[in-house]
């Protein structure tokens, strides 16, 4: 979900929301932890927010530009989906 707030007063935000269950907790942790470690390039302009909360990976952008926050998404997508498909050639999770 896409949507435009004001902080403070100042200039618009444009944030951006994504939801992904995963078949099990501990395959989303798995997701959470691959994706985690890549901070955004720029030092300015966006932001992105990563959270689990049982089998469900949320991540929320905020982004001056809705081209930034384009690229930020899509490049998100891209590695989630390179993830999953890892996770799906190798099988389901072994407990620890």
Same mark, same amino acid.
């Given at each position: ?18 939801? !992904?269950?995963? +078949? ?12 985690? =470690?890549? =901070?955004? +390039? ?8 990563? %959270? ?11 982004? %001056? ?7 930020? !998404? ?13 996770? %799906?050639?190798?099988? +389901? =999770?072994?407990?620890?």
């Amino acid at each position: 979900m896409a949507a435009c707030k004001t902080e403070n007063g100042s200039e618009r935000k444009l944030e951006f929301f994504l939801k !992904v269950p995963f +078949p099990s907790e501990r395959e989303a942790t798995i997701a959470l932890q691959s994706l985690s =470690p890549d =901070p955004e +390039p720029r030092k300015g302009g966006i932001t992105k927010n990563l %959270d689990l909360s049982g089998q469900t990976l949320s991540v929320r952008w905020t982004a %001056d530009e809705a081209r930034i926050l384009r690229v930020s !998404v899509s490049s998100f997508l891209d590695h989630l989906s390179l993830v999953m498909e890892t996770m %799906d050639a190798f099988g +389901p =999770p072994v407990s620890q």
